[in-house]
């Protein structure tokens, strides 16, 4: 149940970007005839003649890929010693719009200014936290230090999960380098997918005919990282039923041979006027009160390992204290159901039968 809730808490929290209806493409890596951003402009030109492609982005990483791009950072009037470690990502003017991500302070990059090319930067809230800085306007225009190079800071976006909520948000510096090679990513409308992926491989194909198309839904692709929690889940379940099946098997066993070790005793009860209810729960009450006493001992070993789990989890969930009740009153249940079959054929026996064959 806890692997259950923080499955669903993880897939259902807000990313800071959209992922919905994104096809993403892998990079050409042959262009001839041209620059690569010339080809690039060409291909999103031919594209967004189509109204079912809504906006196109080149960028050296997409949301569920690690990126290992990484450098150093200071401000300008910081003295040198100063060093914080941020991720580094290459992308084009359109990838904010894009993906929607949320623009705090400043401006997005322009292809109709030269200086962006290379001399500036727009930084993540994390990167903000990490300078010690809170308001967001104030670190507009200001130079940093990345590496050895000087950048401009022209904008704050506002924070958003690269990976699985496993991972914290990380401080993440966005340069402006639109002939990235590595990703291109189409938001689409959703309604022609089909269609849509056939018109757009054969603009790739026509535009960049030396290369493989290769593509992927970029929601499925960041949901992947969940198979770990997802194969964990199946196997819980898997093995928690296997255990319930053998537990019901060894109580069903126990009960019948306690309950012919009881046949005088409920014969002569019965005989005294004890109704079949009564007999039922005489019967039954011992392995309720063992499969209760069972249940404290591991409800505090289970909380601990799955509290030790969820530590993994930059993002996690309190562990529900009503799975323990739910989790507890079913067990109790399957105990009662399966010992009680047993209880009840026993109460119901003739008394006669069982003192005669006594």
Not at 43 to 52: G, P
Not at 178 to 199: C, F, K, M
Not at 234 to 252: E, N
Not at 283 to 309: E, Q, R, T
Request: charged share 20%; aromatic share 12%.
């Amino acid at each position: 149940m806890t692997v259950s809730k923080q499955l669903e808490f993880m897939r259902s929290q807000d990313l800071g970007i959209n992922i919905n209806y994104k096809v993403v493409i892998r990079g050409p890596r042959i262009i001839k005839g041209e620059s690569y951003t010339l080809a690039m402009d060409q291909f999103k030109n031919k594209l967004l003649t189509h109204s079912d492609v809504i906006s196109a982005s080149a960028s050296s990483e997409v949301p569920g890929k690690e990126i290992f791009w990484t450098n150093e950072f200071r401000l300008e009037n910081e003295p040198e010693n100063v060093r914080r470690l941020s991720s580094i990502m290459a992308v084009d003017e359109d990838f904010i719009p894009t993906y929607g991500v949320q623009l705090l302070a400043g401006r997005n990059f322009s292809k109709d200014r030269p200086t962006d090319f290379g001399g500036a930067v727009i930084i993540n809230e994390s990167v903000l936290s990490r300078l010690g800085i809170q308001n967001p306007e104030t670190i507009i225009n200001q130079k940093l230090i990345i590496g050895n190079q000087f950048k401009t800071i022209i904008g704050v976006i506002k924070d958003f999960h690269q990976q699985s909520l496993r991972q914290s948000k990380n401080p993440t510096i966005i340069q402006y380098i639109p002939w990235s090679q590595d990703y291109l990513t189409l938001a689409v409308n959703g309604e022609h997918l089909r269609q849509t992926i056939s018109t757009i491989e054969s603009v790739y194909l026509d535009v960049f005919p030396d290369n493989a198309f290769e593509y992927f839904f970029l929601d499925e692709q960041f949901d992947q990282q969940y198979q770990a929690e997802d194969r964990m889940w199946k196997i819980f379940i898997l093995f928690s039923g296997l255990a319930i099946v053998v537990s019901c098997m060894g109580l069903f066993g126990l009960s019948s041979f306690l309950a012919i070790q009881r046949t005088k005793e409920v014969a002569i009860r019965k005989v005294l006027g004890a109704s079949v209810s009564s007999i039922a729960t005489l019967l039954s009450k011992d392995f309720i009160s063992l499969v209760l006493f069972s249940f404290v001992i591991a409800g505090p070993v289970s909380w601990y390992i799955m509290n030790h789990w969820l530590e993994g989890f930059a993002y996690r969930i309190d562990i529900p204290w009503v799975s323990f009740i739910l989790s507890g009153t079913l067990t109790v249940v399957i105990a009662l159901l399966t010992v009680s079959f047993q209880s009840v054929k026993t109460a119901l026996k003739n008394p006669v039968d069982s003192i005669k064959s006594e």
